[in-house]
Structure formats: C-alpha cells, structure tokens
C-alpha cells in the first residue's frame, strides 16, 4: 500500500495523521483528523503535542452558514491565514476547553443539522476559512485540509493544530519524523497533496433570503440581507418578476455618495440610475455591499484620503500613501450572493 492510500485510509477511519508544509514557507508539521470524526481522546492527544490552539479548516460557504465572520477587518499575517472569530458549542458546555467540550465543538462544525444559533462567541475552537481556490491557490494547512476531507467523501471540515517538541519549540524536519514514527503516525506533505487533490467543487448555498416589503418612492421593492465575512450584514433590493432573467448591480457602500450625495463622485448617482434601469427592465437585484467604503478601507480612511485629495494627491495616491492597496474591495460575498439567489448568468 503506497504512503497516499495510508494517509487517506487513515483520515477517513477518523486516525490522526501530519501534513507537512513546505520548507520556504512555514517547515511545520500539523496533526489532523477528520472533524467529524474528532474524540476526546485525540484532541487530549493534540493538546499534549501541540501548541494547544485547535483550529478547524472550512469553505467559506460553511462559515457563512454558522455566520462566522473573520476575526479581524484587515489580515496582517504574513501567510494571510483566515481566522474566523472563536466558537463553542453550547450543547453540555461548561468552561468549553476541556477535551470533551472541545471535541464537541469540532464535530457540531461538520455536523449539517446545526445551526449558527448552537455556537456561542467567543470560544475555544478557532475556525480558519481555505482559499476557494484549494490547494493551487494557496498551499497551506487550511487548504489541505478541506482537500483531504474532499478526497475522502467527508464533510468538508477537519481539526488540525501545530506539532510542537517537548521544550515547545516547533517541530522540524528530524524531530518531526522521530514524532510520526513514535506515534506510528501517517505522514504526507502539501506538495503531494497538491499532484492529486482536485479542484474545490463549485459552492453551493443553502441560504434563504428573508424578504420584507420595502416601498420606494419609484415602486414597490424587497429588501434582505445577506451575513459577510468582514462582519457586516449586506443588503439584497429586489424588484419585480423572478420569472424574468435579472438584472443585478454590483454596488459598494458609499456614505458620502449614496448618503449625503457629495460631488467627490457620483456613486449615489449609480445607485439611483441603476433603481431606474431595473425597473424598466421588470426583474433584478442591487447587492449593496457594506464592507467596501472607500475601496475597501472605511468611511474613517476614506476621509483621511479626502483630506490628502485637498492637498493636491490622486485616490491611488492616497490610498497607497496611507498604506493602503489602490483597490482593498473584497468580492467574494458579492459571488456568494449571487450563488445564493440562484443567479446562473
């Protein structure tokens, strides 16, 4: 039996197994398991032999279901590791860091049948959010984690945490293959994973729209909301008959624009021209997006580059002369919104 068939048998028994990273990355090992599949006993295992911070790998789609937003607004980690806020799950929850609770947790985040409300915030368990891209797009434990999972036939979903040697300084190279060994351990690197891990499949949402009546001074319109990744609900208008292909805009939040109608720019005038051209059209959506004022950098910078325009610089200049990138927007809600609206074309 070759090295892959023993790691992917041992992962989908629900065994522990490590998977190694590339040298000019981080040169750490990470024990995994099956999140579904997590018991007492080896998370007790994990915490003794790691660093003790449990994380559970996810699709976006998943986090978005238990409304788990990132941790914070703006990733400063070198390796752009997506943590979402911390959770525990409420069923038989006391302190929620014990092994017990913390097992529990893990499973109930592979567990289909629950819901957002059976997590409370913060916790013990710290969801990481893979790269929709997988492994192609970025080559980290988060992503061959859920590409594991998917080459098993699981749910999406698996614990992992950093091995560490006994003085708790990280595992290396000899050390770790000493580790593995000792514990009788499967062991595979990312960059196997990568030759045989395919594509992620195409998200699909399970998302239901809540949809009030939201009267406008042009027609009658629907409004609902949809929960970000950057903390931040966003808002859904709809207008007319579902039976008509839709026409969508694509619209970032604007306060000065959209708001007060300022002269800096003309996204009120957007908005307003697009309510107008849907209407005529019969069907379709605005996805107001509440996390991209300013490109992306808040209302709060987005003055202090205002302040910089007075004194004689561009928007691009601006922006990158306070750190910013030209173009900070994110628009991976906008495509799960439009996923979750069953928009094909």
Request: proline fraction near 3%; aromatic fraction near 6%; charge should be negative.
């Amino acid at each position: 039996m070759s090295n892959l068939q023993k790691v992917l048998d041992a992962y989908k028994n629900g065994d522990l197994i490590i998977v190694t990273d590339d040298a000019n990355r981080e040169d750490e090992g990470d024990l995994m398991v099956l999140a579904e599949k997590a018991t007492p006993e080896k998370v007790a295992f994990m915490v003794r032999h790691t660093t003790g911070i449990l994380c559970v790998a996810m699709t976006a789609e998943r986090a978005r279901t238990f409304r788990l937003p990132l941790m914070v607004e703006e990733n400063q980690d070198s390796k752009k590791t997506a943590f979402t806020v911390s959770v525990d799950y409420k069923v038989g929850l006391t302190t929620g860091v014990s092994a017990t609770e913390r097992s529990n947790t893990v499973r109930a985040l592979a567990d289909t049948a629950v819901t957002h409300a059976d997590f409370i915030r913060p916790g013990h368990i710290f969801p990481l959010i893979a790269d929709a891209g997988g492994l192609q797009a970025r080559g980290g434990h988060t992503e061959a984690g859920v590409a594991l999972s998917h080459l098993v036939g699981a749910q999406p979903v698996c614990l992992l945490s950093e091995i560490v040697n006994e003085d708790g300084s990280m595992a290396r190279g000899a050390s770790l293959t000493a580790f593995a060994q000792q514990h009788s351990i499967p062991m595979i690197s990312v960059e196997e994973l990568k030759g045989i891990a395919a594509p992620p499949p195409t998200a699909q949402s399970s998302f239901e729209f809540a949809w009030a009546q939201l009267p406008l001074r042009t027609g009658l319109w629907s409004i609902a909301t949809y929960p970000g990744l950057r903390q931040r609900e966003h808002a859904v208008i709809a207008f007319g008959d579902a039976g008509k292909a839709p026409m969508i805009r694509i619209h970032s939040e604007c306060f000065t624009g959209d708001v007060v109608h300022s002269q800096r720019c003309d996204c009120g005038e957007q908005l307003e021209k697009s309510i107008s051209l849907i209407q005529s059209h019969g069907h379709g959506y605005i996805i107001y997006l509440r996390d991209h004022e300013g490109r992306g950098i808040g209302l709060t910078e987005k003055i202090k580059a205002y302040q910089l325009q007075d004194a004689g610089m561009d928007t691009i200049d601006a922006n990158l002369h306070l750190g910013h990138e030209i173009d900070a927007r994110d628009w991976s809600d906008a495509v799960a919104i439009v996923t979750a609206l069953g928009v094909k074309k």
